[in-house]
């Protein structure tokens, strides 16, 4: 269960995240908290699945890397065993089961266009399916708030398409 000071700083750090020499004693003054308080906070709402990640985004286009949402038809029989093959590469991420043919979605993200190649490559030969890769075409911005407390917040949250 989360605890209301959690959801507080969920709802706070959705709209940024200071970039300055002490973020998180920056996001604590805001807060009402000390520096080791929003350490401790984001590391157990990590361990504790509440966020399954903390961090910026990047437009790794502009460092010459490629995003890709791939997906690939898994049969039920071995989805655990490909979930594995698939997920035992550093390139991948997001990695999710859909009621679609195409059963498991994931985004390999490369520092270059023939490294996500490559990765999509690996992950054919490991699993003997086909990949469908669809690599980010355009960046967009969406306005998009999922408040978990009663303040409303504003900012924004980035997607591709």
Do not use: C
């Not at 000071?5 to 940024?16: K, Q, V």
């Not at 910026?56 to 690939?72: K, N």
């Not at 999710?96 to 030969?125: C, D, K």
């Not at 490991?126 to 890769?133: I, P, Q, R």
């Amino acid at each position: 269960m989360l605890l209301p000071e959690e959801i507080h700083l969920i709802d706070y750090l959705h709209g940024g995240f200071p970039l300055s020499e002490r973020p998180y004693a920056e996001v604590g003054v805001a807060l009402g908290m000390d520096e080791a308080a929003v350490i401790d906070s984001l590391h157990s709402l990590l361990e504790r699945g509440y966020l399954t990640r903390f961090g910026p985004l990047f437009q790794i286009e502009r460092a010459g890397g490629q995003f890709v949402l791939a997906a690939l038809q898994a049969p039920e029989d071995r989805f655990e065993e490909v979930t594995a093959l698939v997920n035992a590469l550093p390139e991948v991420a997001h990695n999710y089961r859909r009621e679609h043919a195409l059963n498991m979605w994931f985004v390999v993200g490369a520092e270059s266009p023939q490294a996500a190649a490559e990765a999509i490559a690996h992950i054919e030969a490991d699993t003997g399916l086909k990949v469908y890769a669809f690599p980010k075409e355009k960046e967009f911005f969406v306005e998009l708030r999922l408040p978990l407390g009663n303040a409303a917040t504003d900012g924004g949250a980035h997607g591709t398409v």
